[in-house]
């Protein structure tokens, strides 16, 4: 494979290229992308869908929970409560009590029927007719024994609860309605007599509410209670079968949960209440969720192969255009050598880019080559300069041997104090040239200042007096050269020289938090111009001050701008220099 992909040409590798580094992989990533894209969309429908559910679900709960005020409304009713009063009465009366009773629940029986089970009280009211007979009403003759759900409301000791129970009247199919329960109570308080109030068709108003919702084709909404049996459905389902859930859903409280059946992807999304102890759950198709997605996906798939398809054609014709004046371009590369004139130039009358590239490299080619001859020219102008320089470096170093020679020769001869002034000067020029460096130990520098003061004492016959506070750890650490000595020359020239045995010098230098700070400080009579000072420091103040200057610029460029040379007055009288400086030993 390898091998065959080696003979091709620059046009069959490009088109191999373009398949496999751009077509194939844009048709994968579209691919992942619309695979990531149709998950996305199921989780943003099933979350939308479980808020669509929990949000039904409370306004079921509130058509169910009505049924609380109803009902009590109808308890404590005249009517209903005189029921209670077992006072005997003549049959006309109470033929009286059940009609106002009767009257009072067809009243109520608007939107759904109302009926009152009172089974103790069939030998009072032998008249009534049962349950099998009609829809709602009072009833006093009843089976008991075949109406589990009575002693569940008996049970539930007043609270309204919902069951689903046949249909009451005809009802030869038994057929299932929801129904809400209450056990009936005695306001006055004796509650030997059991009576049961039914609220029968809650399906077909809680169905109401189903339907309002619009959902995909095929999809399914059901309440269902803790045994999965069906209460009410927008979706035709029969009250009271079983609903068959997967696990997941059955037994969690609420969610959104896919499951396979059949071939087919479904979505449930449930909730459950703990106010009316049901579960509404959607179930919905996910092709119906992202059936369109994947149809559009499809036909983009199909156009993209047709563009790619177009697409080759198209560039194996821009590849003929480009490659050939390249392949030309790469001869005549091959063939250059640089500083060597050409021998055929070949410039291409296009304006496009290749054109451009073409006539550049060219020209580039001949700046090339008088690049080459100029840096020729400037590298023997550049070893000149260096022998100037060290022809140059000769002098200071015969000063200072000369200097030597004139120190051995006075000490010879017995003139000790000129002898130490030439010694001192010698010194001052050997710490000065320091082999090079830039930086040095403190030391070094305490030995050049010290010389130098040593002069300066006896040009002015010992007029002031110097004092000297050194630590001695800080002698290892490194220093830009020659920064004291302007300093020290500054406050004798400002400040001591002309105070007549009163002047004193002071240089400190201690460390501290890894820093190393220097004073050289003088008790001069004369107040120092700080704005002046500090201008100097800046660089706003020109044409004075260089000493300082060079000094301040030198141990920033040396260790940063958070070091430096300041001034300050001294509360004494006189002024203060100091130099802050990084307490290092090495010189990077």
Known sequence: MFKWFVKMNLIQKLIVFFIFLIVMPILLVDWLVSAKVATISEDQMGNTLFQLVKTSHLTLDRDITSMDGVTEKLMIADATQKMFDLTPLSEYERFQLYKSLDSLIAAYSTNYNFSIFMPELTERYPFAPTSEAQQKGVFYAANIANMAWFQDAIEARGSGITRTINQLGF?????????????????????????????????????????????????????????NEILTSASHLEIGAKFELPSPVSNSLEGVYTEKEKGSSWLYAFHTSSVSDTKLLFKIPVSSIIGEHLAVRQLVNYLMIAYFLILIVLSIYFFRYILNPLSRLARFTRAYEPGRPLTIEYHLDRKDEIGLLNNAFIDMTKRLNQTIHDKYVLELKQKEVELTILHSQINPHLLYNTLESIYWRTTIEGNSESAEMIHDLSMLMRIGLSRGKTLIQISEELTHVEAYLRLQLKRYNYSFKINWDIE?????????????????????????????????????????????EIVVEDNGYKAADMSKLNAILDGSERNTGYGILNVNKRIKLHFGNSFGLSYEIRPEGGTKAMIIIPATTEET
Do not use: C
């Open 472 to 516: 001695e750890d800080a002698k290892s650490f490194l220093i830009p050269k020659v920064v004291l000595q302007p300093l020290a020359e500054n406050a004798i020239i400002h400040g001591i020289r002309n105070m007549e045995q009163e002047g004193e010098l002071w240089i400190i230098i201690k460390t501290f938090d890894g820093k190393v």
């Open 171 to 227: 009802n030869p199919t038994h057929l299932k309605t929801l129904a809400y329960l209450r056990k009936m109570n005695n306001i006055s308080g004796w509650d030997s007599l059991i009576g049961v109030l039914v609220v029968t068709g809650l399906d077909s108003l809680l169905e109401k509410d189903l339907n309002s919702l619009k959902i995909p084709k095929d999809s399914v909404i059901a309440l269902v209670n803790n045994n």
